[in-house]
């Protein structure tokens, strides 16, 4: 486990790649987590040596929160526009895109091979903290940043007297940016990121894989990782000029490999992405009704 004065890193399996995330615990009477995502057993490892209090939640999205339901005695809080939608199925399902692809269908096919385990997390969120508000753990402070754009309500952790930010899911992969919910939004990717570009700041964590970036690492990587939105945009707009429907669109993987869309989440992901572009290109393509496009 690496150490930053009074941060902990503590890395989730596989280098903390989705489906697990990076999460960091700070070393205080507070006994603060950030995040829930990472190894499981280092994380109780974790609460047996400090007994973790309180987990703040950047956002509700599983990889970064499925692990709460191991720690019933902390509190555990999100940010106050995703605690609604964290708390309920049906939330998170249309936060996720699956009621605007695929209607309430959908929806009952999507709740049949969820894992009970994560269904009771959502339950157990209990509280809400402030954005952009100085809190004060131990004497480290932190303000948790309104990062919008990945999910709406995404926040980035700051210690600003540490010149230290958890950047979460602006995670750096080659994938590229990820805002393929109906809550994600391109334009604040962009925004976001370029804000945080701008903190004092010398090290950025992400939450997943590569992990730590100096500020100039940070922001040359942040451009090349901006560039994805760019081609994204070009292939669509190219394909949408072939004249192809939007059926055909979504079988191309613009987003994910072509092999991996017969997986329905990853189908649903990659229509929300592609309607995201032809929106922000003002592009219309022809289009099955609904009733037809229902995945059995
Ligand atoms: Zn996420």
């Given at each position: 486990?690496?150490?930053?004065?009074?941060?902990?890193i503590?890395e989730g399996?596989n280098n903390?790649?989705?489906p697990?995330?990076?999460n960091?615990?700070?070393?205080?009477?507070e006994?603060?987590?950030i995040d829930?995502?990472?190894d499981?057993?280092?994380?109780?490892?974790v609460?047996d040596q400090?007994?973790i209090?309180?987990?703040?939640?950047?956002?509700?999205?599983?990889?970064?929160?499925?692990y709460?339901?191991?720690?019933?005695?902390?509190?555990?809080?999100?940010?106050?526009?995703?605690?609604?939608?964290a708390?309920?199925?049906?939330?998170?399902?249309?936060?996720?895109?699956i009621?605007?692809e695929?209607g309430?269908?959908g929806?009952?096919q999507?709740?049949?091979q969820?894992?009970?385990?994560?269904?009771?997390?959502?339950?157990q969120?209990s509280?809400?903290?402030q954005?952009?508000v100085?809190?004060?753990?131990?004497?480290?402070k932190?303000v948790l940043?309104?990062?919008p754009g990945?999910?709406a309500?995404l926040s980035?952790p700051?210690?600003p007297?540490?010149?230290?930010?958890?950047v979460?899911?602006?995670?750096?992969?080659?994938?590229g940016?990820?805002y393929?919910?109906?809550?994600?939004?391109i334009?604040?990717?962009i925004?976001s990121?370029k804000?945080?570009l701008?903190l004092?700041?010398?090290?950025?964590?992400t939450?997943h894989q590569k992990?730590?970036?100096?500020?100039?690492?940070f922001?040359s990587?942040m451009?090349?990782?901006l560039?994805v939105?760019?081609?994204?945009?070009e292939?669509i707009d190219?394909?949408?000029?072939?004249?192809?429907?939007?059926e055909?669109?979504?079988n191309i993987?613009?987003?994910?490999?072509?092999?991996?869309l017969?997986?329905?989440i990853f189908?649903?992901?990659e229509?929300?992405g592609i309607?995201k572009?032809?929106?922000?290109?003002?592009l219309?393509?022809?289009e099955m009704p609904?009733?037809?496009a229902?995945?059995?």
């Open positions: 486990m690496k150490r930053m004065g009074p941060l902990m503590i399996k903390s790649k989705v697990y995330s990076r960091i615990f700070i070393d205080c009477p006994k603060v987590l829930c995502g990472a499981p057993q280092t994380l109780l490892e609460n400090f007994g209090e309180l987990i703040v939640n950047t956002h509700y999205h599983p990889d970064h929160t499925q709460n339901h191991l720690f019933p005695k902390a509190q555990k809080w999100i940010n106050p526009l995703e605690f609604e939608t708390r309920s199925i049906e939330g998170i399902a249309k936060a996720n895109g009621y605007e695929w309430e269908a929806i009952e999507w709740k049949k969820l894992p009970q385990e994560w269904v009771n997390n959502l339950q969120i509280g809400t903290y954005y952009e100085e809190y004060c753990f131990g004497g480290v932190t940043l309104h990062t990945h999910t309500g980035s700051y210690f007297e540490l010149g230290v930010v958890y979460g899911d602006y995670d750096m992969t080659t994938f940016p990820w393929n919910g109906t809550d994600g939004s334009e604040d990717f925004e990121g804000r945080l701008t004092d700041a010398d090290t950025f964590i939450g992990g730590l970036f100096t500020k100039q690492e922001q990587e451009q090349r990782f560039e939105i760019d081609k994204r945009d292939m190219y394909y949408a000029r072939q004249g192809l429907s939007f055909e669109l979504t993987g613009i987003f994910y490999p072509k092999e991996v017969k997986v329905p189908k649903t992901w229509r929300c309607r572009h032809l929106r922000r290109l003002n219309t393509v022809s609904k009733a037809y229902v995945t059995k």
